[in-house]
């Protein structure tokens, strides 16, 4: 099978996008890993997949796999990237578009400036809706690690998210506790894990260890927005903060629980390809 594909870029944060708007592309997990082996395939973080819509109020389905094969509700930094696609392909005329995720409706609009705001949803807290295994919500959880305690807020932005506070990033233990933590027995799915330094209320910086990557990422936006709502919740930071990443800044507004966080950056086409899946 010969797949077309584009790669993409947002932050850092690769992609290989893959349109199916028009004929089905089915990829099994071992072709997942492929198209996102560094060596052996094309290489990204995320292969991101656009088809059909299947619910009335959206114009395409966004469909998100992790390098390691296994589908994801949700990617903050692939939605940026899959609107600017499916625009640059003339797939959708207005800059506004609905895109249909396993967590539910996502809206993207394109900026004149280039950049790309997406609504990324309410966020989620209560311990079943993470998951994280916990008697009740709390705004710091315990979990034993071989390094110690760690204690983290826990929250869903259509994936699972962990946000440790630390004083520095550049001498957080990203490389032995984001690991620890994002195969926590406390954690049945998993999740991500942010390390998150607030400079200022407008401004915070972030590390994140990213599941199903097994690695840092340069960025990532739900795990931007979830450390932005922990640091809302713990009352360190405003209702708009620029996150600044290793790969570069997001603007993140969140008004308090129950309204959705949003979220702003770029997003860049790199080149198109085909490879023998």
């Known amino acids: 099978m010969i797949v077309g594909f584009t790669k993409m870029q947002a932050l850092g944060n690769d992609f290989v996008v893959i349109d199916a708007t028009r004929a089905p592309v089915a990829l099994a997990p ?22 059909p819509p299947t619910r009335p109020d959206a114009d395409f389905r966004y469909r998100i796999f992790n390098a390691d094969g296994g589908e994801v509700g949700q990617c903050g930094n692939g939605a940026r990237c899959l609107a600017r696609f499916l625009r640059a392909r003339g797939r959708i005329a207005r800059d506004t578009v ?12 394109l900026e004149p400036d280039g950049s790309v705001t997406v609504d990324m949803g309410v ?33 869903s932005m259509g994936n699972p998210h962990l946000v440790v506070a630390v004083p520095d990033v550049e001498t957080a233990p990203v490389a032995t506790l984001g690991p620890a933590l994002e195969r926590h027995p406390l954690l049945p799915e998993g999740a991500n894990v942010g390390f998150l330094q607030v400079v200022d209320r407008r401004h915070a910086r972030l590390r994140v260890h990213e599941r199903g990557v ?42 308090g629980e129950g309204e959705p966080v949003r979220m702003r950056g770029p997003a860049e086409e790199v080149y198109e390809g085909r490879i023998a899946l």
Do not use: F, K, M, N
């Open 30 to 51: 071992g072709q997942i890993r492929r198209l996102a082996d560094r060596r052996r395939g094309v290489g990204c973080d995320q292969v991101l997949l656009a088809e």
């Open 214 to 255: 097994g690695a840092e990422t340069p960025a990532c936006g739900s795990g931007a927005c979830a450390a932005v709502v922990a640091g809302r919740l713990w009352g360190l930071l405003d209702a708009e903060v620029t996150v600044s990443l290793p790969g570069g800044a997001l603007v993140l507004s969140w008004d």
């Open 123 to 155: 966020p989620r807290l209560e311990p079943d809706a993470v998951p994280i295994v916990a008697a009740a919500r709390a705004p710091r959880y315990r979990l034993e690690t071989p390094y110690g305690t760690a204690e983290a807020a826990a929250v």
């Open 98 to 109: 609905r895109l249909e995720t396993a967590d539910g409706l996502l809206t993207a609009v």
